[in-house]
T-cell receptor, first 113, second 118 residues
């Protein structure tokens, strides 16, 4: 079964700082990769996803993620965060061919105005 | 707006007292999922329905069951809740389940039901 690791569970940074959240997965085959975001009091929603093609994926709200196959990684980045980016961010993976998500534990990101 | 709705948002039950959580969707999706998220842990898939076909994860306890009477509704039944079952329960839907990369595989989540067991 696939598994996902996210480090630095709590991240605090100031507005305009750059954000990078690490995600590593463990699975022997081809995978689909996702980042979900959960804003305070709201439901999980898809931020971006990678299935194939260009390993640099751009999502909503200025976020991007890069798939590095050799490192089994799918790190999330944003060059300049805003207060409204305060949220919990979850990396997730499915094996190619089924849709059963395996999530990481999440990163709680707090952006200070 | 089309969405995934979970009721109630907060549920308190007693140790050993059966409880049912509800999920409904207006997206007309074929697939409905139930995830369990304990405090400071990753959401964990319990089971899913693809139309009427039920698919249980291998490590889901027998205490957890599910019903899907129609396309719109799916229920999570916990037959005898223990203290360890206190968690956020998330429902999600997707149109398809093929995992091939199409947008129709995207899962849409409800707000969750937080279950407390006394």
């Amino acid at each position: 079964a696939q598994s996902v690791s996210q480090h630095n569970h709590h991240v605090i940074l100031s507005e305009a700082a750059s954000l990078e959240l690490g995600c590593n997965y463990s699975y022997g085959g081809t995978v689909n990769l996702f980042w979900y975001v959960q804003y305070p009091g709201q439901h999980l929603q898809l931020l971006l996803k990678y299935f194939s093609g260009d390993p640099l994926v751009k999502g909503i709200k200025g976020f991007e993620a890069e798939f590095i196959k050799s490192k089994f990684s799918f790190n999330l980045r944003k060059p300049s965060v805003q207060w409204s980016d305060t949220a919990e961010y979850f990396c997730a993976v499915t094996p190619r061919g089924n849709n059963r998500l395996a999530f990481g534990k999440g990163n709680q990101v707090v952006v200070i105005p | 707006d089309a969405m995934v709705i979970q009721n109630p948002r907060y549920q308190v039950t007693q140790f050993g007292k059966p409880v049912t959580l509800s999920c409904s969707q207006t997206l007309n999706h074929n697939v409905m999922y139930w995830y369990q998220q304990k405090s400071s842990q990753a959401p964990k898939l319990l089971f899913h329905y693809y139309d009427k076909d039920f698919n249980n994860e291998a490590d889901t306890p027998d205490n957890f069951q599910s019903r899907r009477p129609n396309t719109s509704f799916c229920f999570l039944d916990i037959r005898s809740p223990g203290l360890g079952d206190a968690a956020m329960y998330l429902c999600a839907t997707s149109r398809d389940i093929f995992g091939g990369g199409a947008s129709t595989d995207t899962q849409y989540f409800g707000p969750g039901t937080r279950l407390t067991v006394l």
